[in-house]
T-cell receptor
Framework: KQEVTQIPAALSVPEGENLVLNCSFT??????LQWFRQDPGKGLTSLLLIQSSQREQTSGRLNASLDKSSGRSTLYIAASQPGDSATYLC????????????FGGGTRLMVKP | DVKVTQSSRYLVKRTGEKVFLECVQDMDHENMFWYRQDPGLGLRLIYF???????EKGDIPEGYSVSREKKERFSLILESASTNQTSMYLC?????????????FGPGTRLLVL
């Protein structure tokens, strides 16, 4: 069974720092990996989706990489801002599981002014 | 923009009550999902539906049922609410193909069972 782990569980950084969030998964047979953002008490917003054949995706200050063979993904946030404070979740779409996602536990990020 | 709405943001119910959580999407998506989210346990899939009147159990279906009579609406039913069903409930939808498409989430319903 696919397991998705995110480290660290929580992170606090000063504004302006570049930071990396980590996601690892146990089964490399995936269609894609996605990163979501969740603000407190709210739903999830999709940030980046990386297909299994891709190595990375970029959107603004966000860059996500995927190393399928090692079962790892990173989300890089450049020049962090207080507005980036949220919980970041990664999820994988496993081959053979239809359109179901398996989620990691999330990293709670706080960017201090 | 895709919009997924949930009938309530906050709900307080008593043990033993029958509870209905409604989810509506406006993008003609075939697939719809119900998750619950708990601290330390992350998001767990309760049920999903890949088409009208079709449903599949997720990881934690016990104590729940679902209904999908129309394509745009997916309901989660707690037949007899219990305190351990206090949680945040999230609905999501996506198109069935191609496979590499994201899920779109609603704002969530925070349910408290007393």
């Amino acid at each position: 069974k696919q397991e998705v782990t995110q480290i660290p569980a929580a992170l606090s950084v000063p504004e302006g720092e570049n930071l990396v969030l980590n996601c690892s998964f146990t089964d490399s047979a995936i269609y894609n990996l996605q990163w979501f953002r969740q603000d407190p008490g709210k739903g999830l917003t999709s940030l980046l989706l990386i297909q299994s054949s891709q190595r990375e995706q970029t959107s603004g200050r966000l860059n996500a990489s995927l190393d399928k063979s090692s079962g790892r993904s990173t989300l890089y946030i450049a020049a962090s801002q207080p507005g980036d404070s949220a919980t970041y979740l990664c999820a994988v779409n496993v081959i053979g599981a239809g359109n179901m996602l398996t989620f990691g536990g999330g990293t709670r990020l706080m960017v201090k002014p | 923009d895709v919009k997924v709405t949930q009938s309530s943001r906050y709900l307080v119910k008593r043990t033993g009550e029958k509870v209905f959580l409604e989810c509506v999407q406006d993008m003609d998506h075939e697939n719809m999902f119900w998750y619950r989210q708990d601290p330390g346990l992350g998001l767990r899939l309760i049920y999903f539906s890949y088409d009208v009147k079709m449903k599949e159990k997720g990881d934690i279906p016990e104590g729940y049922s679902v209904s999908r009579e129309k394509k745009e609406r997916f309901s989660l039913i707690l037949e007899s609410a219990s305190t351990n069903q206090t949680s945040m409930y999230l609905c999501a939808s996506r198109t069935s193909s191609p496979v590499g498409k994201t899920q779109y989430f609603g704002p969530g319903t925070r349910l408290l069972v007393l």
